[in-house]
């Protein structure tokens, strides 16, 4: 089989003529291509089990980060499910961007980043690999976030619906966090870059998931808070779709 | 510069020089031309007093910076994409062009808004939806500008800042509705039949005209702008190829 030939006999060059990268990308249907992007998401997460350096960096600054606002609003917001909101949304936005400057930029330290590009799968499957993985530690994180703010500002965040809008929000920040990840691993400064590039283009992910957040705590109905819902799905589609197409476009040189 | 130099400069002097020349000077002319008419030229707006009567005049430089930042960034969406389709640089010059000059304009709406907010509406800032969609504008093409600068490759730069310029575009009209729904209170000047509409067709005659002539002002000021902007950087990319012709 075409997947077993061995790395040091690169495959252009032999005369074996079934070795050909576009067909070992594409073909198999989209069983073989759900397989491919579990394969990479697999390897990201095996990755983070054995070094455990992504996902605990972003669990602690994400609780310092509650620890910090809760101790910078005690004394002047009379009740804290005022506050509460922005400061989750502030949190998740900002302690993702540390897990997303090293979904790229692991690979571009460790120099694997071009042995990933030379995997025999659609580049998009890398994408959706990566998206997947980076999710997963998103949600991770969320795991200790909404107890903390439980605890720090005595605000109960265990509702359905928030829970809805923190999966779809985290969706969107994950699918273009990854796709901008992916642009900067490769520039000069790209720690820096990333956040900047980011939170302007996250400003609907933010407002809808504080809007939502807010009114579910207020006890408004559906009818109310369910718009916030419908911007979020709409950016999560529109995004992930847009990635898809584009992304192939970013290593074409490579 | 050596004579032999200044004489082939002269020689070179086309069509296209003198036509830019012309813009130039027509664009001098229509500015203080839009000066006079917004100071002196435009009546007082009678149903205001005191400090919102003058405030009132930085109108026609808010609406046609307004006019030039929605100019700059309508011409960078189309350059990012057919840069996307066709790999010519000359439509990456015209995306960067288009959002250094509409970001200038995009800072000059919401400079002239803050000066006449403080009077009107006794605060200089509010998250009114487009105070917060052109500020998120003016911050994402300030992103592009120094994202494209960290990229050494010319064609990788060309590249990942049309795909960012794609993006930055697209998620303007969610972060419009998004902002909206949060509150507003930014006056609806011209909106067809729209009930909350304020103005527009209670305009004076001489307020009407002066508006006319902010709007041809600004329209000239970002053509002249954008294309000298869009030669300048040509003429840094063919130096830069030469430079590495020469190494």
């Known amino acids: 089989m075409t997947l077993t030939a061995p790395s040091h006999n690169p495959p252009l060059s032999g005369p074996q003529t079934d070795l050909q990268p576009a067909s070992m990308r594409t073909e198999g249907g989209w069983r073989a291509y759900l397989r491919k992007v579990a394969a990479i998401a697999a390897k990201d997460l095996r990755a983070e089990a054995r070094a455990k350096e992504n996902l605990s960096a972003m669990i602690a600054f994400s609780v310092l980060a509650v620890v910090v606002f809760g101790l910078a609003f005690d004394l002047r917001v009379p009740r804290a499910d005022m506050v509460a909101p922005g400061v989750l949304w502030v949190v998740l936005l900002f302690a993702g961007v540390l897990g997303l400057n090293r979904v790229f930029g692991a690979e571009v330290d460790r120099g694997s980043l071009s042995a990933l590009l030379l995997a025999p799968v659609d580049r998009s499957a890398i994408y959706f690999g990566k998206v997947i993985a980076q999710m997963a530690f998103m949600l991770a994180m969320e795991a200790f976030v909404v107890p903390i703010v439980l605890v720090i500002f005595d605000v109960n965040l265990f509702s359905p619906w928030i829970l809805a809008g923190l999966l779809l929000g985290t969706l969107g920040y994950v699918s273009v966090g990854t796709l901008f990840a992916a642009l900067t691993a490769s520039t000069r400064a790209r720690e820096t870059m990333l956040p900047i590039l980011l939170l302007p283009v996250m400003v609907p992910i933010f407002v809808a998931g504080v809007g939502l957040t807010a009114n579910i705590l207020d006890g408004r109905e559906f009818t109310e808070f369910g718009r916030w819902f419908l911007i979020l799905a709409v950016y999560d589609l529109v995004f992930i779709t847009i990635a898809f197409l584009i992304f192939d476009l970013i290593w074409e040189d490579a | ?247």
């Open chain 2, 1 to 247: 510069m050596t004579t032999a130099a200044m004489t082939r400069r002269r020689a070179a002097t086309g069509g296209w020089e003198v036509a830019l020349l012309a813009l130039n000077v027509a664009t001098v002319i229509a500015m203080a031309a839009l000066v006079w008419a917004s100071l002196l030229y435009a009546k007082p707006a009678i149903n205001l007093s005191g400090d919102e009567q003058t405030a009132q005049r930085i109108f026609y430089l808010h609406m046609g910076c307004n006019i030039g930042a929605l100019a700059g960034f309508i011409v960078s969406l189309t350059g990012s994409i057919v840069y996307l389709l066709t790999r010519d640089l000359d439509w990456d010059r015209a995306t960067q062009a288009g959002i250094e000059v509409g970001t200038i304009f995009g800072l000059g709406t919401i400079v002239t808004g803050i000066f006449w907010a403080k009077p009107t509406w006794n605060t200089y800032w509010t998250w009114d939806p487009r105070l917060t969609t052109a500020t998120i504008t003016v911050l994402l093409y300030i992103a592009y500008l120094l994202f494209r600068n960290g990229i050494d490759n010319r064609q990788t730069r060309a590249r990942f800042g049309s795909i960012y310029a794609l993006f930055a575009f697209l998620s303007l009209p969610l972060t419009y509705y998004s902002a909206r729904w949060f509150r507003s209170i930014h006056p609806v000047v011209f909106s067809g039949d729209n009930p909350e509409a304020q103005g527009g067709f209670a305009l004076g005659a001489t307020m009407t005209q002066t508006l006319f002539i902010a709007a041809i002002a600004f329209s000239l000021l970002f053509s002249s702008l954008m294309i000298m902007r869009w030669r300048i950087l040509r003429l840094e990319d063919r130096a830069a190829e030469l430079r590495e012709e020469i190494e």
